[in-house]
């Protein structure tokens, strides 16, 4: 059997694709990849070092940072500042982007959540690191509102998802690749090239305990699929992780806005955005609660907000049609 490393995949999608490659991007996958395999080697040691719990800090977007939150943030920063490959950077845990010195600066911007599903590392449930790569001609970026970009501008994106065996899932515009991380040899290898969703699936994926405060067509959107015998529900709230199952098994996940979250819970580029990239270029679709792509939307700034709804063509559909 041949078995290809993630980082052979890119060189050879890179060999095909952008023969003209200067190597940037392919230094920047890399410490991606060794960043991911840190923070995976600590999560799965969690109950064993002391890294569980919180900092006591709360964090930008007003949540209780976790001690793996920071711990995979400082990890992800020191990295990608070292790949030589980045201009700029911004994480959802920290307010403002980091702008590279001009003398060590590349020409990728990468935005990322260090560590999805902060609620659920004290409890052993999965979680993932999340990234979103674009890319700058040289001097094109002088300050926080130039790296406002569409998802659509996106060069890469991609998440690690740390479950049960920890995954890489990853497309840079030309179809979505999955690798599995070996613990053997230290590798992710590839296990799922080419993933399509399905064009329809029996699942479905909300935090129905917001129902209540939903407006009345998500309310009835929902309801199609509540009072449907073909359908079960399932919530991880690990976004990383009710992706993952979407894009497997193919359904549909929903995070509309509420009366609390006005705007929507999920970030737009550091959640949404890279999500969108993936799901549509396996086959799915992503728009936002008024019914726009999420790909198209301008973040107003980096930790925008956003209604997120995606999944197979079918189900998506059937939730847009109870907004006509
Ligand atoms: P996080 O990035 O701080 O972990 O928050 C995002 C998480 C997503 O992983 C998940 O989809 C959502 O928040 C769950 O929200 P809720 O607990 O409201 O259902
Ligand atoms: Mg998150």
Redesign the pocket.
């Known amino acids: 059997m041949s078995e290809i490393s993630v980082i052979e995949h890119i060189h050879s999608m890179q060999h095909r694709w952008s023969p003209q490659a200067t190597g940037q991007f392919t230094s920047l996958m890399h410490d991606l990849v060794l960043s991911a395999k840190i923070i995976s080697r600590s999560v799965a040691k969690a109950g064993l070092v002391d890294i569980l719990g919180g900092t006591g800090d709360v964090n930008i ?1 007003g ?1 209780a940072v976790q001690k793996l939150d920071e711990f995979a943030n400082d990890v992800m920063i020191y990295r990608m500042i070292k790949s030589g490959a980045i201009c700029a950077l911004g994480s ?1 845990e920290a307010e403002d982007p980091i702008f590279v010195p001009k003398e060590t600066a590349g020409n990728y911007i990468i935005f990322f ?1 260090p ?5 659920n590392i004290d409890v052993n449930v999965s979680i993932g690191t999340i990234f979103s790569i674009y890319r700058v001609t040289e001097g094109e970026y002088f300050n926080q509102d130039d790296l406002l970009r569409r998802g659509s501008e996106q060069v890469a994106a991609g998440y690690f998802l740390y479950g049960p065996s920890t995954m890489m899932v990853y497309s840079t515009g030309h179809g979505v690749h999955a690798f599995t991380l070996d613990p053997s040899v230290g590798e992710f290898l590839l296990s799922h090239p080419d993933l399509t969703i399905p064009d329809a699936g029996k699942y479905y994926s909300a ?1 129905l ?2 129902y209540s405060k939903w407006n009345d067509n998500d309310k009835k959107a929902m309801d199609i699929f509540n009072n449907d015998d073909n359908y079960s529900l399932r ?1 991880v ?4 992780a ?1 992706f993952h199952r979407t894009l497997i098994y193919g359904g549909l996940f929903a ?1 509309p806005a509420d009366n609390k979250n006005k705007d929507g ?2 970030r737009l580029v550091y ?1 949404a955005a890279p999500l969108a990239f993936l799901i549509e270029q396996a086959g799915g679709q992503a728009f936002d609660g008024d019914g726009m792509r999420i790909l198209d939307k301008a973040p107003k700034h980096l930790h925008a907000r956003t209604a997120f709804l995606f999944g197979s063509k079918a189900e998506v559909a059937k939730y847009r049609a109870a907004f006509k």
């Open positions: 977007q949540e959802e959540d560590l999805d599903g902060s609620s935090n305990g917001n919530y709230g690990s976004l990383v009710d995070y819970k999920l959640e």
